[in-house]
């Protein structure tokens, strides 16, 4: 009874290895992933360098502009594409829905 029990142990545990290996996603996308997370730590970092140095200029000498946009914008518009190419296209809510008849 126990060797029993140890060998329907096993395979369960066998079972449940074989199947958290196939949900893993495979190694290609994790390293687009990884890749994307940098790029969104660094785009992170610059920008907040960007703003700081915004912030100093404009309290000493008094120019507002807000020229970090710029930045921002363009940037954020690569990190977009970045993430569609790292995490595939969005999905929307209610395109699922077979069309009415």
Do not use: C, E, K, Q
């Amino acid at each position: 009874m126990t060797s029993g029990g140890r060998a329907a142990d096993g395979n369960v545990h066998a079972l449940a290895g074989a199947s958290a290996a196939r949900s893993l996603p495979p190694p290609g996308i994790v390293r687009r992933r990884r890749r994307f997370f940098r790029h969104l730590l660094v785009f992170a970092a610059a920008n907040a360098v960007l703003l700081g140095v915004w912030l100093l200029v404009g309290l000493t000498s008094d120019s507002w502009f807000f020229w970090p946009v710029f930045v921002l914008a363009g940037w954020g518009l690569l990190l977009d594409v970045h993430a569609w190419g790292a995490y595939g296209r969005p999905s929307r809510p209610g395109t699922d829905r077979a069309p009415a008849s």
